[in-house]
Nanobody
């Protein structure tokens, strides 16, 4: 059973930056397409960034140009660099396979104050 552990969230002012981390077991990031998802209060979980097993990236329009997904295979860790944060980025952020098929972690809360 692959375990995913998200970290790095916090409270930040609008315009600020955060870097989220997703630690996974084994070499999951090299063999699966992975992504960052988020769920805001009262909304459905949405996929915001994808990193394919061969290194291609894709982003939701709402975060394009502000967020960057990457991974460090040696550390079995995936990242989400978030810049120019907006209040609408406030959500719990999760990592998972794309399509999601792994057990969900606890997520990490990102709160952007305006």
């Amino acid at each position: 059973q692959v375990q995913l552990v998200e970290s790095g969230g916090g409270l930040v002012q609008a315009g600020g930056s955060l870097r989220l981390s997703c630690a996974g077991s084994g070499s999951i990031f090299r063999i699966k397409n992975m992504g960052w998802y988020r769920q805001a209060p009262g909304k459905q979980r949405e996929l915001v960034a994808v990193l394919t097993s061969n290194g291609n990236t894709n982003y939701a329009d709402s975060v394009k140009g502000r967020f960057t997904i990457s991974r460090d295979n040696a550390k079995n860790t995936m990242y989400l660099q978030m810049n120019s944060l907006k209040s609408e980025d406030t959500a719990v952020y999760y990592c998972n396979a794309v399509p999601s098929g792994l057990a969900w972690g606890q997520g990490t809360q990102v709160t952007v104050s305006s």
